[in-house]
């Protein structure tokens, strides 16, 4: 078959060219423009990627108009309900579904990992009492490429795996060790005979001085939380990844800026400031002031936990998270939960308002994210650090398809607006 081009032709000149046009196996075909600038001198200009992919992936999918996440060809819904987090951290990185053996096998290689060096705990000691726990992972995990420099070839794919087996079990240890740190409690050790999830949670909300016990079905619900977040293919973060390491950086340092990227309000810090939101929106009868406040063009305000730039009918994580709240709750004989009533009044109105119809500004996965986490018993501000400990899977495997596939460095263009070139005036002759 021939090849499909899509024909561009500069007008100014009569040149013209035939750019091939690439299938996926999902989505829209791409244009291959890698050859633009040599047949036409001119740069594209898309700020903020609205039209641009800036790789090939063959990790997670997202179809926005449809509302479809798919890891490796797996529906989330369906990986929601039925897997374990460990084992979509195996079905992101490997791209199949573990037998037994091969699954057993990667869970206790995780938990072997989940000690940290003594030396680590000393760095917490250098933030103020009162530090966010992002603040603290971002410097955490940076700090954690220092352990790892040396010994690591990351053109070693066998070192890259090990990489990937610290970074999963590690992550936990110092996640819990920067909540331990903010609030002043003794860090609690990791426990690796506990399933993933639990020795986090144990690790979190243990006291020494009392008996640690959490019902299974708030496990699992953190465990569905975690599925969700795994990966999301090219969002902010995972770019983010993807060109910090395409300079071959150290992987931990490269992840350390995914986090940092993370943690913005309208990326992965829309979870803490739905609940902020929420609490001040306070009732039902004041939603009215905040929607009119979000529809204002001269207003900032935003309506934490709506939108996205990919799904424009429905976010499939935010209707599971919805459901896992409602779980949550009802174990804990809460469903009268006056957030989460409000946060269902907020989607309701929204949902038939013409503004956020017109815009496509459906719930995100945040918009219920915080108030199951908060139910379970997170603290509001461990609810990004929840999403970075989960995505760290999704970044990782991001980084290794990146190296594996030799991609270049990233190096973006720009349409250059400032000063035309000019001498340099000494201070005495400036005016
Ligand atoms: N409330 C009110 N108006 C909004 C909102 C909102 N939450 N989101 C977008 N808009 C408006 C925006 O003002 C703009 O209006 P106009 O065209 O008149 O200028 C229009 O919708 C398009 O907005 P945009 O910022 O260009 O759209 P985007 O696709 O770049 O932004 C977003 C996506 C998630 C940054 C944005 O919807 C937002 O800030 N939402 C609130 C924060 C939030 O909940 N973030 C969590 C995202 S899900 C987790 C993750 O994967 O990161």
Known sequence: MAEETVTIVDNRT???ADLPILQGT??????????????????TLDPGFQSTASCESAITFVDGDEGILLYRGYPVEQLA?????????YLLLEGELPTRSQYDRFCRTVMQETMIDEQMRNFYKGYRHDAHPMAIMVGMMGAFSAFFHDSLDIQNPKHRELSLFRLIGKLPTIAAAS????VGQPFIFPKSKLGYIENFLRML???PSAKFKISPRLVRAMEQIFILHADHEQ???ASTVRLAGSSMANPFAAISAGISSLWGPTHGG????????LREIGSVDRIGAYIQRAKDPNDPFRLMGFGHRVYKKYDPRARMMKKI????LSELGREDDPLFQLALKLEEIAHDDDYFCRKGLCPNIELYSGIAQSAIGIPSNMFTVVFAMARSVGWICQWMEMIGSKESIGRPRQLYVGASCRDYVPLHRRP
């Open 205 to 207: 909300l243990k006291v």
């Open 235 to 237: 969002g902010a973060s």
């Open 26 to 43: 999902e989505g829209p075909s791409v244009v291959d423009i890698s050859r633009f600038y040599k047949e036409f001198g001119l740069f």
């Open 325 to 328: 709240a409602q779980d949550v």
């Open 81 to 89: 309900e039925k897997s374990t987090f460990l084992e979509v951290c």
């Open 179 to 182: 909540y331990k740190y903010s």
């Open 14 to 16: 009569g040149n013209r």
């Open 270 to 277: 829309a979870d803490e400031a739905v609940l902020q939101m």
